[in-house]
Each structure stands twice: as structure tokens, then as C-alpha cells.
């Protein structure tokens, strides 16, 4: 008696786990209340908006640049297809684009006794996609001494499948 409730037990294990783990594959990011799919959106667009602020934030930083770093592996929304995108578009800005974490730019002589002489790394943090909005906390880096940022920009996905920017915190500079 107990080897069958055993084996029935077991398959009803195995059964459950099968289920579990199918919905635990790779798929697209999606909103669990709306199931929206963001690889449909222009996320991207959304992206350089939140990026075109910090840019503007603090303008006397821009001068003199050659270079500006991202490094797109932080993004925890973008695909490898929205990075490649979000790259070539930054290009807009006539600088020569390099997509690198601040320490491989200084592992490649870029950044000196933590100064990037002639360029600026864009930091941007990310919250993933929930309630139809994303949090970026975006910022510009030219030294460890001399930065500038925004505190939040909270992207918000309206009905139309854009992005708006609907909330943009305080601006900080170092």
C-alpha cells in the first residue's frame, strides 16, 4: 500500500515540476497584469529619452568629449537586439559610442587616476518592468569627482504601446 501512494506520489510530483518549469522558461518580459510583451514596444525610444534628459543635465560636461560609454550589459530591460539599436542610436550625439563597463574602460586605458580624460561613461540603472512603468536612474560620468545625474525618470507605457516620461526626479550633480 504504501509503494503505490509512494508512486502516485511521485508522479504527482514530477507532474507539478513539469508544469513549474514550463513556466519558467526564457520568454519575452512581460507585464503579469496586462501581458504585454515588451519586445513590441520601442523600448529603446523610451531608453533615450531618460538618457537625452541626463544629457541635458549639467551641458558644460559635454565639452571637449570624444568619447561616451554605456555599458549595455547593465540594462536590465533591453534585449541584445534593443542594445545594438540603443548603441547606433546614440551615435546622434557625433561621439565615438563604446559599449564598456567603467572598469574594462580603465583595464583599457580610457580612464586615468579615475578621470575619463576625453569622454563620458553613462550609468544607467534600471528597475525591471512592472505596472507598466520602468524606473531609470540615469547619469554622467567623467571623473569619480565630477558627475551629474536625475535621481528617477519613471518611464510609463501608455495605451498606445509608447513610453512617456512621467515622472523625473531631482537632478544632482558632484
Not at 3 to 8: M, P, R, S, Y
Request: with cysteine; hydrophobic share 40%; proline share 3%.
Amino acid at each position: 500500500m504504501h509503494t503505490k501512494l509512494f508512486k502516485v506520489f511521485i508522479n504527482l510530483l514530477i507532474f507539478t515540476m513539469c508544469i513549474f518549469l514550463t513556466g519558467c522558461h526564457n520568454s519575452p518580459v512581460t507585464n503579469s497584469t496586462s501581458n504585454i510583451n515588451l519586445s513590441e514596444t520601442d523600448l529603446v525610444a523610451g531608453y533615450l529619452s531618460a538618457i537625452d534628459l541626463v544629457f541635458n543635465t549639467s551641458p558644460e560636461m559635454n565639452q571637449d568629449i570624444k568619447y561616451l560609454a554605456i555599458d549595455t550589459k547593465a540594462l536590465t530591460n533591453l534585449n541584445q537586439e534593443d542594445c545594438i539599436k540603443l548603441l547606433e542610436e546614440l551615435k546622434t550625439y557625433h561621439f565615438e559610442i563604446i559599449d564598456a563597463s567603467f572598469e574594462d574602460l580603465q583595464n583599457q586605458g580610457y580612464i586615468n587616476d579615475a578621470v575619463f580624460e576625453n569622454g563620458l561613461f553613462l550609468k544607467i540603472e534600471d528597475t525591471p518592468f512592472s505596472n507598466n512603468q520602468i524606473q531609470i536612474m540615469p547619469s554622467k560620468w567623467h571623473s569619480t569627482t565630477y558627475a551629474a545625474g536625475l535621481s528617477k525618470v519613471i518611464l510609463t507605457l501608455n495605451d498606445e504601446q509608447n513610453w512617456n516620461i512621467s515622472d523625473v526626479g531631482i537632478p544632482w550633480k558632484q
